[in-house]
T-cell receptor
Framework: DAGVTQSPTHLIKTRGQHVTLRCSPI?????VSWYQQVLGQGPQFIFQ???????GRGNFPDRFSARQFPNYSSELNVNALLLGDSALYLC??????????????FGSGTRLTVV | GESVGLHLPTLSVQEGDNSIINCAYS??????FIWYKQESGKGPQFIID?????DKRQGQRVTVLLNKTVKHLSLQIAATQPGDSAVYFC??????????FGAGTTVTVRA
């Protein structure tokens, strides 16, 4: 079975531009979460979606938005990119939010560099 | 600030020895904890988890201990191997939708 897949794996953007990152959860998983991991730090929670609805949001500005599609895949959008948005963006899936019998499975991430 | 943190940023261990990685948390209401391993260029990989109604849980070569009295979590790796070299994170499940991570401990295995 395929794990959590994210695309693209790497990309470079210029300050002020917009970016869209994509995530496909494990088959059968209905919950997708997004995390930002700055180099040398642990991942920071951005969003969680379940059944196409936002269930939680971290301390990130409104430039960050996301959505979940009927097939449970998800997009993370970031507008007006800043240099500080350079990070590894991780997607995690779980069968349902807070499923303590399974945990959360992460993808390999998208490495975003803003220049 | 973050509610989950690790005691030491780096750990060097001889191949074959046991490793112990520590983690402190501050939210006494947290009821679920996960240890992840992250290798360079990859996403966090699930190692083992534990619920707050347990003190100890064992997996293959790994053991997680939870001390709720002092809000401390540890990961023990038996017979450490070169493939165990990575950054290890403890994560605290908060509010059923969010994982809160510490800064991580870098484990280096010496041959």
């Amino acid at each position: 079975d395929a794990g959590v897949t994210q695309s693209p794996t790497h990309l470079i953007k210029t300050r002020g531009q917009h970016v869209t990152l994509r995530c496909s959860p494990i088959s059968g998983h209905k919950s997708v979460s997004w995390y930002q991991q700055v180099l040398g730090q642990g991942p920071q929670f951005i969003f969680q979606y379940y059944e196409k609805e936002e269930r939680g949001r971290g301390n990130f500005p409104d430039r960050f938005s996301a959505r979940q599609f009927p097939n449970y895949s998800s997009e993370l959008n970031v507008n007006a990119l800043l240099l500080g948005d350079s990070a590894l963006y991780l997607c995690a899936s779980s069968p349902i939010p807070g499923d303590k019998s399974y945990g959360y499975t992460f993808g390999s991430g998208t490495r975003l560099t803003v220049v | 600030g973050e509610s989950v943190g690790l005691h030491l940023p780096t750990l060097s261990v001889q191949e074959g020895d046991n490793s112990i990685i520590n983690c402190a948390y501050s939210n006494s209401a947290s009821d679920y904890f996960i240890w992840y391993k992250q290798e360079s260029g990859k996403g966090p990989q699930f190692i083992i988890d534990i619920r707050s109604n347990m003190d100890k849980r064992q997996g293959q070569r790994v053991t997680v201990l939870l001390n709720k009295t002092v809000k401390h979590l540890s990961l023990q790796i038996a017979a450490t191997q070169p493939g165990d070299s990575a950054v290890y994170f403890c994560a605290e499940n908060m509010n059923d939708y969010k994982l809160s991570f510490g800064a991580g401990t870098t484990v280096t295995v010496r041959a």
